[in-house]
């Protein structure tokens, strides 16, 4: 029952050690958080702590379509009206800033947006677009001036969702293949600046952003997720550094006083053979001594039994994500041992409120 007991995360209370994992969504048409988007977190709020879907910071990060932003007054006043929602019923949100840089098509981007990423390497595989699967754009490799104005917009989206739309704190994307995690990974970058090349260069984008985000609007709003290991969006799992990138990384952000770090769990089903289940579960453990904060990890979790495990590992807070999509209440359905419901994966990505907002309370 540990996991249901609560937490001090930084200057929040949270009222038990459920984190509702980030989930895109696909329901912000014209990339704005909207009235439907608002019930869909305030009916989830009993959630320790809810990270929204990933939220871009500017227009060049919109790789998806009816991805929310946090960058323009209409996209600002939609998270206001999101974190009132959650705020009225006792909850806690972070916003997940996702820039998906190579990720990414021009059909889904606003006219103007440019696809950018470390190198100009394009990504294997499709992404889905209003129109269908469609190839991965050809990034344009970032220069230094791209790389510094890209680290501001992650700045003034940051401010300006604690400021302006009183949301609790922020959760840095560094994971998943999404342009922080193209920076970190070998396969997505090959550069041979400052920005690549050894283990402190290609973390280097991500300990600067998470510095000047910090220096805005506090370390103890700023979380990051990150996923050793992973494959998707055609990255590299295994190589060489990759225990050393992530123990380094940890150590940098250790400094910078960030409140927590959020570490994604491979499975077999995320095209990673055999999970290497073994030394995942190794490094989140050296992840956790050399940043000392607390660790958000999970997958897989739908019980007290499978949450509790994770507390039993040494981390201190457990993530569920599908459950959360069909189980606004998981957990009141924990506390009084309620079967699940089970998610209807053809709506994750809808475009209304069917498979989003109408999944019943027991
Ligand atoms: C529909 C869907 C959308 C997702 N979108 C995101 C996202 O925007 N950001 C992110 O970090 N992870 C995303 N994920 C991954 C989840 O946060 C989580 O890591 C994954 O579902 C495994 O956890 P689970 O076994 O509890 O479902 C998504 C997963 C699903 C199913």
Partial sequence: MNSLKSYQLGGLQLNNKIVMAPMTRTRATNYIPNELIAKYYEQRASAGLIITEGTSPSA???????????????????WKQVAD????????????IMHTGRVSAQINMPKGATIMAPSAIQAAGQIFSETGMKDHGMPKKMTKDDI???????????????????????ELHAANGYLMDQFINPKSNQRTDDYGGSVENHNRFVVETAQKVADKIGANKVGIRISPFGAFNDLQSDYTEVEETFISLAKALKEIGLVYMHIVVQEDSFGVENARTDRQLDLRKAIKNAFEGTIITGGNVSTIATADAVLEDGFDLAYVGRPYISNPDFVERLKNNIELQAPNPETFFGVDAVGFTDYAFA
């Fill in 60 to 78: 060049n990060g919109l790789g998806y379509p009816r991805i929310p932003g946090a960058y323009s007054d209409e996209q600002i006043k939609g």
């Fill in 85 to 96: 929602a959650v705020h009225t019923k006792g909850g806690k949100i972070f916003v997940q």
């Fill in 148 to 170: 510094l104005k890209t680290q501001d917009e992650f700045v003034n989206a940051s401010e300006r969702l604690i400021n302006e739309a009183g949301i609790d704190g922020v």
